[in-house]
């Protein structure tokens, strides 16, 4: 593989091109590789990082939506750690569905699978679920009516916290 430094890429930029043709080229920046120029046939074949292989696999399993939360996503992960992985088919999944989805996102991950069902989640669970990495969106009204129930929940716990705090103060009696 071909090297070039920052500096000259960008002073030479045609022979930066007519070199990618060839083969990949490393840019070089303080010693390190800052970047990697490649040409667009060697693009496409490029691997897919790990966030779009599951999107794909959900996809064709009929997934509507996912996210990716906990370590991995955070890129925090140990190699014992296990993949947060939340999924909306549409509907609550069967445990048919949640058995495959799982072997889905085992197959992708080689890691074991923490498998939330956004349309039976609730709470916290839905909350921090909601909050991680969206891998896969196909409808954009399943992501609004998600988020929706979050935040009608926050606010019904918010409303018992005032109500419950005006009977501890004897308001009510």
Do not use: W
Request: aromatic share 4%.
């Amino acid at each position: 593989m071909k090297k070039f430094d920052a500096t000259t890429a960008k002073n030479r930029f045609g022979q930066l091109l007519e070199a990618c043709a060839q083969a990949p080229v490393a840019i070089v920046r303080h010693g390190r590789i800052a970047a990697y120029v490649v040409a667009p046939g060697d693009f496409a074949s490029a691997p897919q990082t790990l966030e779009e292989r599951l999107a794909d696999r959900l996809r064709a399993a009929g997934a509507r939506y996912a996210t990716l939360f906990g370590s991995v996503a955070r890129g925090t992960a140990r190699k014992d750690s296990d993949i947060d992985v939340a999924v909306s088919f549409g509907k609550p999944m069967s445990s048919d569905l949640r058995a495959a989805v799982i072997g889905i996102v085992a197959d992708v991950a080689g890691r074991s699978v923490d498998l939330i069902d956004l349309e039976s989640a609730e709470g916290l669970v839905l909350s921090r679920a909601l909050g991680g990495t969206e891998i896969l969106c196909d409808e954009a009204a399943t992501r609004q009516r998600l988020i929706t129930r979050v935040l009608r929940a926050e606010d019904d716990r918010r409303s018992l916290a005032g109500a419950s705090r005006a009977l501890r103060a004897g308001l009510f009696e």
